[in-house]
DNA sequence: CTCTTGACGCCGG
DNA sequence: TCCGGCGCCAAGA
């Protein structure tokens, strides 16, 4: 159960519950598309509180995520269809999402 | 209130 | 390409 929680933190965890399967953000745009914090800050809610929502589709912006989570988060990917390498990487040019208000 | 930590991002070297 | 440094913000001690 989820205890009261910051605002932010409940806005995080709302868009990345959107994401679709196979597509992925980067922490910064997240921020970028609520129009508030920086991907530090994403991610300092995702520590806390991501694993109630996909995490492993939220990615540093160059495709790869911290070394802690990477052999979880290709399992994932591997289920959904994520572009990604073997290494770990996820293909942003291909699984970028457009976001909930594409233009 | 201040200080530290953290699943980031950008720029240099 | 691989570090190291710095700035950003939110949350916890």
């Not at 995080?12 to 679709?20: A, F, G, K, N, T």
């Not at 988060?73 to 289920?79: G, I, K, L, T, Y």
């Amino acid at each position: 159960m989820r205890t009261l929680r910051g605002e932010f933190t409940e806005r995080v965890l709302d868009l990345v519950e959107q994401i679709p399967p196979g597509k992925v953000l980067s922490y910064g745009e997240v921020a970028a598309i609520l129009e508030q914090g920086f991907g530090r800050a994403v991610g300092t809610v995702l520590a806390r509180e991501g694993a109630a929502v996909p995490w492993w589709r939220v990615v540093r912006k160059d495709g790869t995520i911290t070394e802690q989570l990477v052999q979880r988060a290709v399992e994932h990917w591997a289920v959904e269809g994520t572009p990604h390498s073997p290494e770990g990487r996820v293909d942003m040019a291909a699984a970028l999402w457009n976001g909930p208000y594409p233009t």
